[in-house]
């Protein structure tokens, strides 16, 4: 029989050859899709679309942010265009924000491992941690010679979580302080003072008036006063904070100049069993009940549940000074609010506090090291201006001027408490321990947070708890500064 | 000695054109199966033996990963029995349920077609989506499923914020997903000849003794099939106890299977060595699971021609 043809401009084409023909062209869309795309048109997070711009300037640049909100993303669109005119020589696309499905670390080391990372980026992850992997340009000669970004222009704690092994690899750009949130309102329903000034100053004074506001309905507990030492259902954040009151009672969770994890010392382990000693006099013990009585973060959890310090179920609560906006996401059950500084632990002398920064990195091999930090340098001491009026993040250089506020606060508490809210915050950096300096920092952070749960659990004392994770710690950055 | 023969030389003109097109078009699929399946397997092989962490040059470090793994990583073992109490609980209950529905939905009732369709539907739904509708049904204070039980009067759970109980709420979880097994199941019951149902409704079988004497031995090559996946899948379980229990595997690490353990070490990490190493072993157990799974088909699966195979 023969095979059915089909005509094709005159001349018969056999099925064969025709499935032939379509197997070479579905090849060659293939190989044609899989090509490099030359200069795409890049769209922003709000959907617009920004066209490849014509070859005459000089030096385009790319950047990227590992995520954040729409609003966010978008400032680094009007950055970009600001900058682009007092730069006309240099472009930048339009921030690549986030990397969809993937990590973005992941997906950052990837693009360095293969020669084509973006040429500046922000992180959320230390930039030790992707130092000791020689993953980023060192900063320390090009910071020398910027308009904003001397070494003089950054507070030194800060700073420090940028520097591994006497180089600076990073621009901590916006530094969110922490402070101790409490609710003016509830303090006084109870006739107790709720100045600032009157705030408790050591953690025997913390506890007893946390005790004020503790209440429990059978096993479920109703309201609370202070968590120590932070919201139990969160070790991860727990983790972070928890450097915060390691300073505050004479210690600290790494040494970065010695580079030594020191978890384990006399002070820490104190630490934790006065946070052990005080759930089992206040929160029976238990802190399956306290985390199951509810939600005690700073914004609705995935079950639904109204964040308790907004619902007025939690007198005081650890947070950065971003909250001062986040907080009004939820419904407030109240108005007057106030943030306190850190009391000191019984083997503490001074108040202390924590930050949690964005960093400006310069990827390795990026393509244009030099006008990639010029950028950067731009961001931190001008950029920034555009960044706070859309995202309140505390501007961690020490040339922005000094009297931004978030117009949030002001439109929710007036112009007079939102700027002594912001003085106070800009304090709080002052007095930083130093953070995000290890090598190991996600590592020792997970460490940290499962010997928290332990020693909360009561699976482990905190002196096992805390040795074991200091011995996984410190195996894990030997062996990461082995192969730097 | 015979010189070299080509293996398509018996073949006609056109046996060779047709062979020539049929691996082209295979060609892709083999391809792809290579670059994309057989080389990260074998890569990862390789990596497992080394300290990478994407930038770096890999490392070799001999066996000390599979060293640390055993005796210098305190969240293996807890990873490693959390994934079998998974497994345990969960394809056991998944292949009953799933055989029940199946044969609920084999009946001859008005509408079946749309029940079928129905109970397929959540195995199209994304897990993360489900997972975040279980996390507000399992809320401890208000959620539907605590409502319920006190409406019993039992004493409700705190589901997943209480390390007791998040893992059977997984379990209770993975209940969504049974409609693919299920659907498998109602292919293999429409498959069993009618006429032998109905020759044991005349010898006198009641529907117990049908399923029992019947239905199951016939079935029992697509129990095997489903057992074999269900365990695979079972271990692999990743989304949902990372959204309920994020890279830490709360509450109190109950919820660190052993995948999120992996993905912790590559993408948190970035020891994709360790990591590899932690795929390694899964694939060698799952490997092992199954074959003593095979090995024990040949006592309980039911081939039509000669019964069980000895």
């Keep these: 029989m023969q095979p059915e043809r089909v005509s094709y401009r005159g001349r018969l084409l056999s099925r064969r050859s025709f499935l032939k023909l379509a197997g070479f062209g579905g090849g060659a869309a293939l190989l044609a899709a899989c090509a490099p795309a030359g200069t795409p048109a890049a769209t922003t997070l709000a959907g617009t679309t920004v066209p490849p711009t014509a070859g005459t300037a000089a030096i385009n640049l790319s950047f990227w942010t590992p995520g954040g909100s729409a609003v966010w993303c978008s400032s680094f669109d009007t950055i970009a265009q600001n900058y682009q005119q007092i730069e006309p020589d240099v472009t930048i696309g339009a921030a690549q924000c986030y990397t969809g499905d993937q990590s973005f670390n992941e997906v950052l080391l990837a693009t360095i491992a293969a020669g084509n990372p973006p040429d500046a980026t922000i992180i959320w992850s230390s930039p030790v941690a992707f130092a000791v992997r020689g993953a980023l340009e060192p900063l320390d000669a090009l910071m020398a010679s910027s308009r904003y970004s001397q070494l003089e222009n950054w507070p030194g704690g800060v700073l420090a979580s940028c520097q591994f092994r006497g180089e600076t690899y990073g621009l901590p750009v916006t530094a969110g302080a922490y402070g101790l949130f409490y609710n003016q309102e509830l303090f006084e329903s109870k006739g107790i003072p709720s100045g600032r000034a009157d705030f408790p100053t050591t953690w025997d004074e913390l506890r007893r008036l946390s005790k004020e506001f503790t209440h429990w309905n059978g096993d479920t507990l109703e309201t609370a006063g202070f968590f120590p030492w932070s919201n139990p259902a969160d070790p991860g954040s727990a983790a972070v904070e928890l450097a915060i009151w390691s300073a505050l009672n004479g210690s600290q969770l790494f040494d970065s100049v010695n580079l030594r994890y020191t978890l384990n010392t006399e002070q820490n382990i104190e630490m934790m069993q006065y946070a052990l000693d005080w759930l089992d006099e206040e929160y029976m013990g238990d802190v399956v009940k306290v985390t199951t009585s509810g939600n005690w973060s700073g914004s609705p959890d995935a079950q639904g549940r109204p964040p308790a310090f907004q619902d007025g179920r939690l007198a005081m609560f650890t947070n950065g000074n971003w909250f001062t906006g986040d907080m009004y996401g939820s419904a407030l059950a109240f108005e007057r609010w106030d943030a306190g500084l850190f009391p000191v632990g019984p083997s503490g002398s001074n108040t202390a506090s924590g930050y949690w920064p964005n960093w400006l990195v310069i990827p390795k091999g990026s393509a244009h090291v030099q006008e990639a930090f010029n950028y950067m340098d731009y961001i931190a001491g001008e950029g920034i201006l555009v960044w706070f009026a859309n995202v309140p993040d505390l501007p961690a250089n020490l040339t922005v001027p000094s009297d931004l506020v978030p117009t949030k606060v002001i439109e929710e508490r007036g112009q007079a408490f939102a700027e002594d809210i912001q003085a106070f915050f800009r304090g709080q950096l002052d007095v930083a321990t130093p953070m995000w300096t290890s090598p190991v920092q996600d590592f020792g952070n997970d460490q940290i947070a499962r010997a928290i749960m332990q020693i909360l659990g009561k699976q482990a004392t905190p002196e096992e708890a805390l040795t074991e994770a200091q011995e996984l710690c410190q195996t894990e950055l030997d062996g990461a500064l082995a192969v730097a | ?310």
């Design chain 2, 1 to 310: 000695m015979s010189g070299f023969r080509s293996p398509w030389a018996h073949l006609s003109l056109m046996q060779r054109r047709e062979a020539r097109a049929g691996m082209l078009f295979v060609l892709p699929w083999v391809l792809s199966l290579l670059v994309f399946t057989a080389y990260p397997v074998l890569a990862s092989v390789i990596l497992s033996f080394t300290d990478y962490s994407i930038v770096q040059t890999p490392h070799w470090v001999g066996l000390q990963n599979y060293q640390t793994m055993f005796t210098g990583d305190p969240s293996f073992w807890p990873a490693v029995r959390n994934s079998i109490y998974y497994a345990l609980i969960s394809v056991p209950l998944g292949l009953v349920a799933s055989l029940a529905l199946a044969l609920v939905l084999n009946m001859r009732a008005a509408g079946i077609s749309i029940y079928r369709t129905l109970f397929y539907l959540p195995s199209v739904v994304p897990p993360i989506a489900s997972t975040i509708v279980f996390i507000v049904m399992f809320e401890p204070q208000s959620g539907l499923v605590n409502t319920l039980i006190r409406l019993t009067g039992l004493p409700a759970p705190a589901w997943f914020s209480d390390p007791t109980w998040s893992k059977p709420g997984l379990v209770i979880m993975s209940l969504w997903g049974i409609g693919a097994t299920t659907l498998i199941f109602l292919a293999g019951l429409q498959d069993i000849p009618r006429s032998l149902l109905e020759a044991a409704a005349i010898d006198g079988a009641g529907p117990w003794q049908k399923l029992r004497n019947v239905i199951l031995p016939l079935l029992s090559p697509v129990i095997l099939f489903n057992l074999v996946m269900n365990v695979i899948y079972s271990f692999q379980v990743f989304s949902q106890p990372l959204v309920i229990g994020g890279t830490t595997g709360a509450p109190f690490e109950s919820m660190l299977m052993y995948m999120v353990h992996i993905y912790r070490n590559a993408f948190r990490y970035f020891k994709m060595g360790y990591a590899s190493a932690l795929s390694v072993v899964l694939f060698a157990a799952v490997m092992l699971i199954t074959l003593v799974i095979f090995r024990s088909a040949r006592l309980w699966v039911f081939h039509e021609e000669s019964g069980p195979v000895a």
